[in-house]
């Protein structure tokens, strides 16, 4: 059974930047597509952007309030995936959670790490 | 990116069955397969229920069950049980700008 791990969560003054870390085992992670996924405490999910596996290209696509604001890369040698957080905004507020192969059988969820974005 | 359309709440006694729905468009569930559902309790993170519109994770129990039809998918429980209490999720697949599109949730009260 696959394990996802998140880190780098914390607080950030508006405008800053964090780079969250999600670390997986136990599955192939060369083959997995990744997806970042955020919910304001409270609140419902939101997808915030995803990684294909280097096989499909290893291209990114973005929800439209993220967009041209965050990043997302993987290495799969230390079978970890990123999410590089810029100019940060109080509504970006969240646990942000990193969710493997989504949608299929094998879909598995980190516990999530908290984002604060406040002054 | 407009999420899927989903009751907020749902209630009924213990041993009764529900059925949640989750409403997309033709751009999502009218178009895929890949409509999945999770569950999550209070401060822990989704798990998967069903995925592929009907399939059954190892592991989950034989009472969640899922259907669709057209544009909106269903997902039922039945002999609902004290520890099904959680919020579910609906999520799809997405022809749209973005690749996966998620439902605003249903939390389910047990009587």
């Known amino acids: 059974e696959g394990q996802l791990v998140e880190s780098g969560g914390g607080l950030v003054k508006p405008g800053g930047s964090l780079r969250l870390s999600c670390v997986a085992s136990?599955?192939?992670?060369?083959?997995?597509?990744m997806n970042w996924v955020r919910q304001t405490p409270g609140k419902g999910l939101e997808w915030v952007g995803q990684?294909?596996?280097?096989?499909?290209?290893?291209?990114?696509q973005f929800a439209a309030p993220v967009k041209d604001r965050f990043i997302i890369s993987r290495d799969d040698s230390q079978n970890t995936v990123y999410l590089q957080m810029n100019s940060l905004i109080i509504e970006d507020t969240a646990i942000y959670y990193c969710n493997s192969n989504p949608l299929s059988a094998v879909d598995e969820w980190g516990p999530g790490t908290l984002v604060t974005v406040a002054s | 990116q407009s999420a899927l359309t989903q009751p907020a709440s749902v209630s009924a006694s213990p041993g009764q069955s529900i059925t949640i729905s989750c409403t997309g468009t033709n751009s999502d569930i009218g178009t895929f397969k890949y409509v999945a559902w999770y569950q999550q309790h209070p401060g822990k993170a989704p798990k998967l229920i069903i995925y592929d519109v009907s399939g059954r994770p190892s592991g989950v129990s034989s009472r969640f069950s899922g259907s669709k039809s057209g544009n909106t998918a269903s997902l039922t429980i039945s002999g609902l049980q004290a520890e099904d209490e959680a919020d579910y999720y609906c999520c799809s697949q997405s022809t749209s700008n973005t690749f996966y599109v998620l439902g605003t949730g249903t939390r389910v009260i047990v009587l």
């Open positions: 136990g599955f192939n992670f060369n083959t997995a597509w």
């Open positions: 990684i294909k596996s280097e096989a499909h290209g290893g291209t990114s």
